[in-house]
């Protein structure tokens, strides 16, 4: 099975070649030529998500590649309890770039003692056929009250999940990547197709 997999993102596009069964081979968008920025206008995850997989999907059927048997997409949040569940939708870009973006959730929850959060991903899926289906995973935690470890990406330095004493950041990839919202998410994408 050849799916490509609608990320610019080269941390998303390696963490999930990882996690994905060998059977499956996982395109990136300059693997396929598809060099336009996608616009994320939705509000929640499911929206982004779908947009994404959409104008991939629309782009494949324009350029007849059909040795690929679908499209899928991702957004993922981070939902910090205390905050209302923000950041949210605009994780990425709440406070612009990933330490300002770190920071900033390390200050909102200064002096704080609720410091519950999870992750959340939501993949959309387009098949060739154009079936559509969409699948989530989530991680419980909590946000550390500071940045510890340099691996991962994003917030991985301030998050550590349920069970464990270490950030996402400090945590070997072979754990993170058996645990985390994607690997949960691409779980459950790889049992619906099958």
């Not at 099975?1 to 968008?29: C, Q």
Request: proline residues 3%; charged residues 25%; hydrophobic residues 40%.
């Amino acid at each position: 099975m050849r799916l490509v997999f609608a990320s610019n993102n080269a941390h998303k596009l390696d963490e999930v070649r990882r996690i994905m069964p060998s059977d499956i081979e996982v395109l990136s968008l300059s693997d396929i030529g598809f060099e336009a920025e996608i616009e994320e206008t939705g509000t929640t995850l499911e929206e982004n998500s779908a947009i994404k997989a959409e104008a991939v999907y629309q782009w494949i059927l324009d350029h007849g590649h059909c040795s690929l048997d679908g499209v899928f997409a991702d957004d993922t949040g981070l939902e910090i309890d205390a905050l209302g569940g923000k950041p949210g939708v605009y994780t990425a870009r709440w406070a612009g770039e990933p330490a300002a973006n770190r920071k900033k959730a390390l200050s909102e929850l200064q002096g704080k003692t609720d410091r519950g959060a999870q992750f959340r991903t939501v993949i959309t899926l387009i098949k060739v056929n154009g079936e559509r289906l969409a699948v989530s995973g989530i991680v419980r935690g909590r946000i550390a009250e500071e940045e510890y470890g340099n691996g991962g990406f994003g917030y991985d330095p301030v998050f550590i999940p349920e069970g464990y004493d270490k950030t996402f950041g400090e945590l070997p990839a072979e754990i993170k990547n058996s645990i985390s919202h994607r690997a949960r998410a691409l779980q459950a994408l790889v049992k619906v197709i099958g």
